[in-house]
C-alpha cells in the first residue's frame, strides 16, 4: 500500500522529480514502454513547463502572470504525468521494479541492496569564460567511499549534481541564499547570465543527486565576478 504520494508538492521538489524522471525513462528507452503520440505529448509538456518554470523561477523575468502560467503548467504536465504512469508504467511487465525505482514511481516493496543518499558533496570550482558566462565544474572528493560510474564520471547511481546560484552585489553566505538552480548530468555546466548582471557577483553551491531524486549535503558558496 502506498504511504505517499510519489509526485512531491513542493515546487523546488517537483521540478527536480520530473527532470529525474523524464532523464531516467528516456535512457531506459521510452518507446518500448509508451506509444510515439502519447511519449511526444509528454515531451512537449516537459519543455513547457520548464521553460515556464525558468521564466517565473528568474528575478529579472518573474511576474505574477509567468508564476500563474508555470502553475497552470504543472497543473496539465503533472495530470499528465500521472496518466502515463497508471496506463502505461505501473503495471508493464517490460518494466523491472528496478527501474520503477528509478523512475520514482510507487512499486512494491521488497529487501535489496540500493544507493543511499549522499554524504558528502563535490568538490566546486568556478571560472570566468567570457561576456555573461561562467563555467561550473565539480568532482567527488578525494576520500569519497563512492564507486566512480563508467559514464560522464559522475559517481555510480548518480543522476549528477544539483547546482544552487545567485546573482549579488555582495558575496552570498550560504547556499538558503541562493534562487536559481540547474542540474548538470556532466561535470561541466556554463551557465549565463544577463547582461545588467554584468560586474555583479554571481555565488554557487551545489550538492550530489542520485537517481532517486535525494540530495546530499550542499558545498560551501563560492563566488566569481560576472564578466
Known amino acids: ?10 515546487e523546488e521538489d517537483f521540478h527536480l522529480w520530473q527532470y529525474v524522471f523524464i532523464t531516467n525513462l528516456n535512457e531506459m528507452g521510452a518507446e518500448n514502454f509508451i506509444p510515439a503520440p502519447e511519449y511526444e505529448e509528454l515531451m512537449r509538456l516537459y519543455y513547457d513547463y520548464n521553460q515556464k518554470y525558468e521564466i517565473a523561477n528568474n528575478p529579472n523575468t518573474r511576474t505574477k502572470p509567468s508564476v500563474q502560467d508555470r502553475q497552470q503548467s504543472r497543473k496539465i504536465y503533472e495530470s499528465y504525468i500521472r496518466d502515463i504512469v497508471r496506463t ?4 508493464n511487465h517490460k518494466l523491472t521494479d528496478a527501474q520503477r525505482e528509478l523512475l520514482n514511481i510507487t512499486v ?29 565544474q565539480f568532482r567527488k572528493q ?23 546560484y545567485g ?3 555582495q558575496p552570498a553566505k550560504d547556499h538558503s541564499e541562493l534562487n536559481l538552480s540547474v542540474i548538470a548530468t556532466r561535470p561541466k555546466k556554463i ?24 540530495t546530499g549535503p550542499w558545498s560551501p558558496v563560492v563566488s566569481e565576478n560576472i564578466p
Open 1 to 10: 500500500m502506498r504511504s505517499k504520494d510519489y509526485i512531491p508538492r513542493r
Open 191 to 214: 551557465i549565463s547570465f544577463n547582461t545588467c548582471d554584468r560586474k555583479k557577483t554571481a555565488c554557487f553551491s551545489i550538492a550530489w543527486e542520485t537517481r532517486k531524486g535525494e
Open 167 to 169: 546573482v549579488f552585489d
Open 108 to 136: 512494491r516493496k521488497k529487501t535489496r541492496t540500493r544507493i543511499g543518499a549522499p554524504d558528502t558533496y563535490p568538490v566546486l570550482t568556478v571560472k570566468q569564460v567570457d561576456a555573461g558566462r561562467i563555467l561550473v
Open 88 to 91: 502505461y508504467l505501473a503495471n
Open 142 to 164: 578525494e576520500l569519497d567511499n563512492i564507486k566512480e560510474s563508467v559514464r560522464r564520471n559522475i559517481p555510480y547511481g548518480y543522476i549528477g549534481a544539483f547546482i544552487k
